[in-house]
């Protein structure tokens, strides 16, 4: 029914990492020299979101095995300009690989070109610079953009009959990935005669906060009396629809679907809430993504397209067109599945 999307089955098979690893002080026991040592920063797109909790872990196990130094740091909010303050201090303490989680596809741009110009190697990660990819080294992509944004559609049709009025509630109006797969699922509901009967009615953004978040969702319920179903395409803004729509006693109208973490969604799956909602393996996302900036930086990895490395644990990986890496597929999470996870 869901087409490629990964069975829970698969996803363990190929030993996706859900679980990320035990929490370390120090990410900068083994390798390299001290004169060698790699310094990696990650700047996810905001403080406060659990999503990025496994990222970041991902991170810091590549650079243990790598033997690099890394830490992580983010601003408060995700507006697209709240990362650039943040960018030049890490240039200015040296750092050798700046890996982030873009909230703009243009506003970095020049301070990221001048990290480059640094020598430091710049990597996109979960985000990319949509449009202006000679602004990094490369980007770590968690699944296909198309394959998420067309499973998104598949799946709230499929809680819906395929009929009827829906929403999208993103996260901000510039976010280089939610805008992405928004923009392939409007062009799916328009080429697609499957989805003729699925009207798409609103766009709002929570911002990723939890409160502003679920103020929009409730909106949204309240403005369309006969809205049959949210897709949010961000894990803040999917356990806020819930949230509304669970507090609004409307679960039997309003199907509530997207991308979440199994920690953030299992009480509304647990009583009916939500049937189904899907996200891949963050921890996987931030452990590819410091594997292979810290590959280029050693001069292991060229960064060009074609070009193979072996992401650790999880095996080769190739950089695609606009040297992109794709980590792995979307898992869907259902009540019948959802206590395996835990992130
Ligand atoms: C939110 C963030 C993140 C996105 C997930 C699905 O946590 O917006 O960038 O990948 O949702």
Known sequence: ????????????????????????????????????????VYIPKNTGNPYFEPAIDGFKKAAEELGADFHSTAPATADATSQLQIIEDQVQEGVNVLAITPNSP?????ALSHAMSKGIIVICSDSDLTGNESNRNAAILPSEPTLVAKGQVELLGSLIDYKGKFAILSSTTDAP????????????????AKYKDMQLVDVVYGNDEPQKSLT????????????RGIIAPTTVGVAACAQAVETAKKADQVAVTGLGT?????????????????????F?????????????AQKKLEAKPGATF??????????????????????????????????
């Not at 363990?12 to 060698?36: E, H, M, Q, R, V």
């Not at 243009?106 to 020049?110: E, F, G, H, R, S």
Request: proline share 4%; with cysteine.
């Open 216 to 227: 929009e969702a409730e909106a949204l319920l309240t403005k369309y009396p006969d809205l």
């Open 1 to 40: 029914m869901y087409g490629k999307w990964l069975t829970l089955t698969a996803a363990l098979l190929i030993g996706l990492n859900f679980t990320g690893c035990k929490k370390s002080d120090s990410a900068s026991s083994t390798g390299a020299s001290a004169s060698t040592k790699i310094k990696m």
């Open 106 to 110: 243009d506003a970095l741009n020049a």
């Open 310 to 343: 072996t992401a650790g644990t999880l095996g080769q990986r190739t950089l695609g067109d606009k040297n992109v890496i794709i980590v792995g597929p979307p898992v869907i999470f259902t009540k019948d599945n959802i206590d395996q996870f835990h992130f």
């Open 262 to 282: 199994p920690d953030q969604m299992r009480r509304f799956i647990k009583n009916g809430t939500v049937k189904a909602f899907a996200l891949w393996s963050p």
């Open 177 to 192: 990935n939610q805008n992405t797969w928004i923009a392939i699922m409007k062009d799916t509901l328009k080429n697609d």
């Open 284 to 296: 996987d996302e931030g452990y590819c993504a410091g594997q292979a900036g810290i590959q280029i």
